[in-house]
């Protein structure tokens, strides 16, 4: 029998174009591809980050690509099935969900912005959001800013690879030529013939600890001006030094007498190598006047912590009572144990150890107690609580800048004449002139400072270099950085540009002003921190969650003053329709910084795909209920069951006509 008419197919589906979107082997295919995809995203994220998993796969334009595709396969295979009968219902919504949920992810990925602005108290509006990218900017001759995006996770550029950006107003070819994960910074000063800031150079060493270190200083710089060592501080300022004697000592017992007991605190660095030295720091009340040695390793151990105190002498294992907080016999203090190195360095002023070996074993304690004080106590930290310890832990590097028990004041007069102020806890205080090349015992342990350079009139300027990191060192206070190459009248420059500076390249007619950092994108908003509250946990100062009071502000007029606070965002405009669109700027409370309550970071998203997402995954989700729950939209249910007739008791034999077993 002949097929009728109605159940041929129209001519478009045949098309060989329209079957090959519309087949199930390019859907296994694209299918396929996406969950490999997913897979090596996963991969990535755990074993780097989430920057490179977006950079590579779920922000790269392939994985846009393949989802359009996707999209058309299954719009397509939509299509293929008319004319649509009642079980192709579940089938279509189902496929029209996906597409939806495909376009909106689309929509917010291409036109959705996400970032973070960081706002002081006090300053004005900005409306200057960082997003998640690195990129290069160029502040060109023509006046005009250029971005080009320099994202370098896994392949980044070399000199023989490099990668090529294109030609500059001013002629000049520009390209990057390196990437480097961390980037150090060096003050390197340039002369100058007149005017600037004098400027010295330093180098200071141990034979203890076998370090060498050195510096330039520019005078009363607030940047470049004073050099933190942790344990001490060196800065340099312009006068002379005041003619003054040697003062008390801050570990010399107090004079004053019947002074009523308080509750006293004090960290002490303790050295196995220099048993007559050692470095406190006053927490709460006054020094102790406690006297710490460690004693040295022996078969294997960590030595052991011996304490004089009011007289009374006890010692203490150190691999024993690591941690561990124990009484000082006979007296009203206790001690902790708070951390020990084998082979003790400073790096990047902070504590640490070089090896496994006791080469110059050091130990950390504190004592604290109710007793008189032996000195008066040391400068409170302004931000309150102790000084050496952060978030309760053992106690650590003093910041630069901050006051601490060892310092030095280098003076630059008017004629050069150089002169020093020094203040140690073993020796007290001194003061008196210091000549070019001759050293200075500082009283801190066996450092030396010796002064071999001075400029009367220099200007700053700063060398930068990459450098090695490693699982035990990673630099994580050190910026990324990359190297930038332009080439002009057959000259080449080439400087290295960490993230968060710029650097000026003498091109011509004019210097071309090169910057590295976050990508920033302005906004057609700006904010204004109002205000920023902190809530402490009753009885502590624990943080219990931080508020940001915003004023949002636009170019028409427009204003409006909220609130965030965590798992709490403020919306702008707040218009149910922009809220529904998803054209309004969701602003989350982001991070704070402990140190500045004048400071708040937020985070700003605006997504305008986020309905058609929830559409999407709804209609996905009512579609396979209908394809597999319901059965009145799943194939062949519209026909009639056939139920078998009930066997009869007689049976006739009917001979049926040809006729109408035919129609």
Not at 266 to 282: H, L, M, N, T, W
Not at 317 to 336: H, M, S
Not at 494 to 517: D, F, H, K, L, R
Not at 545 to 563: D, N, P, W, Y
């Amino acid at each position: 029998m002949a097929n009728s008419n109605s159940s041929a197919r129209p001519v478009w589906q045949e098309n060989p174009l329209f079957r090959f979107f519309a087949s199930l082997k390019l859907a296994v295919v694209l299918l396929a591809v996406l969950i490999v995809a997913a897979i090596a995203g996963t991969l990535y994220e755990s074993s780097f980050d989430a920057n490179v998993a977006r950079a590579y796969v779920y922000g790269a334009p392939w994985f846009n690509l393949w989802l359009i595709l996707l999209g058309a396969n299954l719009a397509v295979s939509a299509i293929s099935r008319w004319p649509w009968r009642k079980h192709h219902v579940a089938f279509l919504i189902t496929h029209l969900g996906i597409i939806t949920l495909l376009t909106g992810s689309l929509i917010g990925r291409i036109w959705g912005t996400e970032g973070t602005i960081t706002l002081f108290k006090g300053e004005p509006p900005t409306n200057r959001l960082l997003v998640n990218q690195h990129q290069l900017r160029i502040h060109d001759t023509d006046g005009i800013v250029k971005g080009y995006a320099a994202e370098f996770l896994h392949h980044p550029p070399n000199p023989d690879h490099p990668k090529e950006l294109g030609v500059l107003a001013s002629g000049a070819r520009l390209s990057i030529i390196d990437y480097a994960a961390a980037i150090e910074g060096k003050l390197n000063p340039r002369p100058l013939a007149d005017g600037g800031a004098p400027a010295l150079h330093f180098t200071i060493s141990t034979a203890l600890m076998n370090q060498h270190l050195e510096s330039w200083l520019l005078v009363d710089d607030p940047q470049h001006g004073n050099f933190s060592m942790g344990l001490a501080n060196i800065e340099l300022k312009r006068g002379v030094a005041r003619d003054a004697g040697r003062g008390d000592s801050p570990n010399r017992p107090s004079s004053t007498s019947h002074q009523p007991d308080v509750d006293l605190e004090e960290s002490i660095f303790a050295f196995s190598k220099a048993p007559d030295e050692q470095i406190g720091r006053v927490a709460k009340g006054g020094s102790i006047g406690a006297k710490v040695q460690l004693l040295a390793p022996e078969k294997g151990n960590k030595g052991r912590v011996a304490i004089l105190l009011n007289g009374k002498e006890a010692s203490f294992d150190v691999a024993e009572n690591l941690g561990r907080e124990v009484a000082i016999d006979g007296t009203p203090f206790t001690l902790k144990i708070d951390n020990y190195w084998a082979d003790f360095r400073i790096q990047d002023g902070k504590p640490g150890s070089l090896t496994e070996q006791p080469n110059n074993p050091a130990v950390l304690v504190t004592i604290h107690g109710k007793g008189t004080p032996a000195a008066a106590p040391a400068s409170k930290n302004p931000h309150g609580g102790n000084e050496l310890t952060t978030n309760g832990g053992p106690p650590t590097m003093p910041p630069a800048g901050s006051e601490t028990p060892n310092r030095l004041t280098l003076f630059v007069a008017e004629d050069g004449l150089l002169s020093y102020e020094l203040v140690s806890r073993k020796t007290g205080a001194s003061t008196g002139k210091i000549d070019i090349n001759k050293p200075l015992a500082t009283g801190w342990a066996d450092w030396q400072l010796k002064i071999d350079k001075t400029m009367p009139h220099a200007e700053p300027w700063m060398d930068f270099a990459p450098m090695k990191t490693s699982a035990s060192s990673p630099a994580a206070d050190l910026p990324d950085g990359v190297r930038v190459r332009l080439e002009q009248n057959g000259e080449t420059f080439e400087q290295w540009v960490p993230a968060g500076w710029q650097i000026a390249v003498p091109t011509s007619p004019n210097e071309t002003q090169v910057a590295y950092g976050w990508k920033v994108i302005p906004l057609p908003i700006a904010l204004e921190l109002v205000d920023f509250e902190v809530k402490r946990n009753e009885g502590s100062d624990a943080p219990a969650g931080f508020k940001s009071t915003l004023r949002i502000s636009t170019a028409e007029g427009e204003s409006a003053t909220g609130q965030c606070w965590m798992n709490n965002p403020f919306s702008f405009p707040g218009a149910w329709l922009h809220t529904w669109t998803g054209l309004t700027y969701k602003i989350s409370q982001a991070s704070w910084n402990p140190d500045n309550l004048g400071q708040s970071t937020v985070q700003i998203l605006r997504d305008p795909g986020w309905l058609l997402k929830w559409i999407g995954s709804l209609l996905v989700v009512n579609g396979v209920f209908l394809m597999f729950y319901v059965r009145g939209f799943r194939r062949g249910t519209a026909v009639a069951p056939v139920i078998a007739p009930a066997p009869l008791k007689s049976q006739k034999h009917v001979r049926v006509p040809e006729e109408a077993i035919a129609s």
